[in-house]
C-alpha cells in the first residue's frame, strides 16, 4: 500500500508531492512540482466536482476520481484531502494523500461479476450445482475478507493526513531525510533546504542515535512498526527537545525494505 503525500494551491499548482509518485506511476516527482494538477484528470468535471466538495465541506475522505498516468493510462485514485485556512480564516491550500485504487476497483468489479454469475446459475440450475455454487460463494467471501484487510490498512496510513499539524518524514535504509513536512523542519529547527539528505545522528546524541539505529534493525527484520516512542533531540540552535515519534518500513512492489517513514 502506498500514499501519496501532496499540496497544492486552490488553483491547482501542485506544491508538493512525496517521492512515493515514483513507486505508483511512471511519473518522477521532479516531472510534478509546479504543475497544474488539472492536466491529470481525463474528465475535467470531476476536478470540478472535487474542488466544490473540498470548499463546502472543508475536507473530502477517500473522493474517487480518475487520473492520467504519464505513459497515458487511465488510473481510478482515492483523494483524502483537507483545505487549509491562512491567518485571515481564507481557504490558502489544498494538502492530502492519494491512493491508487485501480486494481481495487477491479476486484470489486470481478466481485459483483461472480455475484451476478451465481444468481443466475441459480436460477437456471438448483440441486447439481449447489457445490459450484458453494465454491463462488467461497470465493465471494474470500475477496471481501480481503477488501476488509486493506481497508483497515488504509485507516493507519490515513492517520497521516487526519494528524498533518505533527511532523512526517521519510528516510532511506541508512537514516537519511529522502522527504519531511514543514511542521518536523519546524520541530528541528532547520530550514526546508537543509532537511533534504539530513542524517537522523545529526540532531541526536551518540547514545539515542545507537538506540534509534536499533530500533530500525528490529523493524526490518520482523516488518513490524515501532509503536510511539520519546526521545530526546538537539534542535539546529542547540537547544534540547523531547518527541514522540513512531516508525514503520517502505516496501518496494517486491516487499524488499528500501527505507522508513514516521
Given at each position: 500500500i502506498q500514499d501519496v503525500y501532496y499540496e497544492t494551491t486552490l488553483a491547482g499548482e501542485l506544491l508538493e508531492i512525496s517521492p512515493s509518485i515514483e513507486r505508483v506511476s511512471s511519473y518522477n516527482r521532479s516531472d510534478l512540482i509546479g504543475q497544474q494538477i488539472e492536466n491529470l484528470y481525463p474528465d475535467p468535471n470531476e476536478r470540478e466536482c472535487y474542488l466544490e466538495t473540498i470548499l463546502k465541506e472543508g475536507n473530502v475522505k477517500d473522493f474517487e476520481v480518475s487520473m492520467i498516468d504519464k505513459d497515458g493510462t487511465i488510473e481510478q485514485c482515492a483523494i483524502t484531502a483537507i483545505l487549509k485556512l491562512d491567518e485571515n480564516g481564507s481557504p490558502d491550500r489544498i494538502i492530502g494523500s492519494l491512493r491508487v485504487i485501480t486494481n481495487r476497483k477491479k476486484a470489486e468489479t470481478e466481485l459483483r461479476r461472480y455475484k451476478d454469475q451465481l444468481?443466475?446459475?441459480?436460477?437456471?440450475?438448483?440441486?447439481?450445482?449447489?457445490?459450484?455454487?458453494?465454491?463462488?460463494?467461497?470465493?465471494i467471501e474470500a475477496r471481501i475478507a480481503k477488501?476488509?484487510?486493506?481497508?483497515?490498512?488504509?485507516?493507519?496510513?490515513?492517520?497521516?493526513?487526519?494528524?498533518?499539524?505533527?511532523g512526517y518524514y521519510e528516510a532511506d535504509p541508512g537514516g537519511n531525510l529522502t522527504f519531511f513536512n514543514q511542521p518536523l523542519a519546524t520541530i528541528l529547527g532547520y530550514d526546508s533546504p537543509e532537511m533534504i539528505g539530513l542524517n537522523y545522528r545529526t540532531f541526536m546524541a551518540p547514545q539515542i542515535a545507537n538506540a534509534v539505529a536499533q530500533r530500525f534493525d528490529k523493524i526490518v527484520s520482523t516488518g513490524k512498526a515501532?509503536?510511539?516512542?520519546?526521545?530526546?533531540?538537539?534542535?539546529?540552535?542547540?537547544?534540547p527537545r523531547t518527541l514522540e515519534a513512531t516508525a514503520s518500513l517502505i516496501t518496494d512492489p517486491g516487499g524488499k525494505s528500501i527505507g522508513f517513514r514516521g
Open positions: 444468481e443466475a446459475l441459480v436460477k437456471e440450475r438448483t440441486q447439481d450445482l449447489e457445490s459450484t455454487n458453494r465454491q463462488l460463494r467461497d470465493q477488501e476488509e484487510e486493506l481497508r483497515k490498512s488504509e485507516e493507519k496510513y490515513r492517520s497521516i493526513i487526519e494528524s498533518m499539524e505533527n515501532d509503536k510511539l516512542n520519546r526521545y530526546a533531540i538537539i534542535r539546529k540552535d542547540g537547544s
